[in-house]
């Protein structure tokens, strides 16, 4: 999370020129190949930076911090100009050769319309208010070139500078590490932050929240969960992160579900379970928050609940059509997806489908391999599953579902192959990409931070032919 006085990223900084220019937020999307949402976290994130609450007061501010460089002089009418129409017109053109942002009255506060000086049917500025603006500026522009201000790329803070590593010729790369290992988090992302809540450390389980910046790559602590657990999912809804049960310090189920604000940095209670469970699956669909399998501490659990945030309210939905508990899964084109898991007989690669319409469930086609404890994102309206514990033989590999064609692909996963046993992994999705943070391999706990990029191809040039065939 953004903090007023930190250096603007690199990213920022491209979206800070656009907004310069006068770029809208569709602008800066089109221009920066990002959503427009992604324009707005990085603008939400510029205006804590800066410690200014408008697009107006961001230029001014990057002006005063040396991010935008003004032009050396602003042209002057001479003194044979005797009417105030031709000093208007002079303020005009050196308010745009500035770059003075203009933006569309939706994106702007009220306070930021800056009236046409063309037009005098509309409010034109006073003309004498104006020879002002022409002045201030130009006294502005003669003082901030005399201070030598560094650059953008200067001001970046070197201390917290880290470069995405890739691995081998592959879709992974390694990011920066935890701050300390740990596996059986939740993780969940808002906007370009991912957060990691809870889980099993080397002094046990702990309530402790940290938010990785995927732009910036750092790490932040943040609130502590009042309630520390383990063996808990995630899932974002209107905002919050919901964490739902899970496992306690004393290694017993929980019904405690608490929801955190990442915008109030605070934790809140939410109603309670029906019963305690640990290691269900938590999905969001957009609207409903949704509570599947899991065990209580005697029996693993076909339930399935639904969370409805304006009541604070779980309400049973029809069983899921095997008990599981440490399952994955993820929300696909308005229906659920479960996948693998544990029951009695032992690990699974049973797949399932809830239409949250119909109220029902349907099969999907098997994992290629059954799997537990895996970590699972949703990208493309494709199902990622990685990592995890195998019921048969060793993991080699993670996989994707596309419920289009219904099939299920090998993702090669070279964490896997150095060790077959890569589990208990906590897994987001940020924009294109997918996050893969800590775990276990067999009893070592892991710090580690892996991408993985699966729309990032190498473009290949073929060699010119040595001659006519």
């Not at 200014?52 to 044979?80: F, K, W």
């Not at 990785?212 to 383990?230: C, G, I, L, M, Y």
């Not at 109603?271 to 693993?300: C, E, K, M, N, R």
Request: a negative charge; charged letters at 20%.
């Amino acid at each position: 999370m953004a903090e007023s006085g930190e250096p603007l990223s690199n990213r920022e900084l491209d979206v800070l020129r656009c907004l310069v220019q006068g770029a809208t937020n569709k602008d800066i999307a089109s221009d920066l190949i990002i959503s427009e949402n992604t324009v707005k976290v990085h603008l939400r994130n510029i205006y804590t930076k800066l410690d200014v609450s408008s697009r107006t007061e961001a230029a001014t501010a990057a002006m005063q911090q040396g991010y935008i460089t003004l032009p050396s002089q602003v042209d002057l009418p001479t003194e044979s100009a005797q009417n105030f129409d031709e000093i208007a017109e002079t303020v005009s053109d050196s308010v745009t050769t500035m770059a003075v942002p203009a933006t569309t009255l939706e994106e702007t506060a009220i306070d930021d319309v800056f009236v046409e000086t063309s037009n005098k049917s509309q409010g034109r500025l006073p003309k004498l208010a104006l020879l002002g603006i022409l002045i201030l500026l130009a006294l502005t522009a003669a003082f901030y070139l005399s201070q030598r201000f560094s650059t953008p790329e200067e001001i970046v803070a070197t201390d917290e500078l880290f470069s995405e590593v890739p691995i081998g010729n592959t879709h992974w790369l390694e990011s920066k590490p935890m701050p300390e290992p740990r596996a059986d988090m939740a993780v969940a992302s808002v906007g370009l932050d991912l957060y990691q809540i809870g889980g099993d450390t080397a002094d046990g389980v702990d309530g402790t929240v940290q938010v990785f910046n995927s732009v910036d790559h750092v790490w932040q602590t943040r609130a502590e969960k009042p309630t520390a657990v383990a063996d808990a999912s995630a899932a974002e809804l209107y905002g919050e992160i919901y964490v739902a049960g899970g496992r306690t310090a004393d290694g017993q189920p929980t019904s405690t579900v608490e929801a955190y604000s990442p915008t109030q940095d605070a934790w809140r209670p939410v109603a309670s379970l029906p019963h305690p469970v640990t290691g269900a699956l938590t999905l969001s669909d957009g609207a409903f928050l949704y509570l599947i399998g899991g065990y209580d501490g005697q029996s693993y659990l076909d339930e399935s609940y639904v969370y409805n945030p304006a009541e604070d309210t779980w309400r049973p939905l029809p069983a899921l059509p095997q008990p599981s508990a440490y399952a994955s899964g993820g929300a696909i084109t308005g229906k659920l997806i479960v996948v693998g898991g544990e029951d009695e007989g032992g690990i699974l690669g049973a797949c399932h489908l809830f239409d949250p319409a119909e109220s029902s469930w349907s099969a999907c086609p098997d994992m290629l391999q059954p799997r537990k404890n895996a970590g699972s994102a949703v990208l493309l309206n494709k199902l990622y599953v990685i990592g995890g514990t195998a019921g048969n033989g060793e993991l080699t590999y993670s996989e994707m579902y596309d419920p289009v064609s219904e099939t299920w692909q090998v993702i090669n996963t070279p964490m896997l192959a150095e060790s077959p046993d890569w589990a208990q992994v906590g897994v987001g999705q940020i924009e294109t990409r997918i996050f893969a943070l800590g775990g276990r391999k067999g009893e070592q706990l892991l710090d580690t931070n892996y991408i993985f990029a699966p729309l990032v191809y190498q473009t290949y040039i073929p060699s010119a032919s040595s001659g006519d065939n």
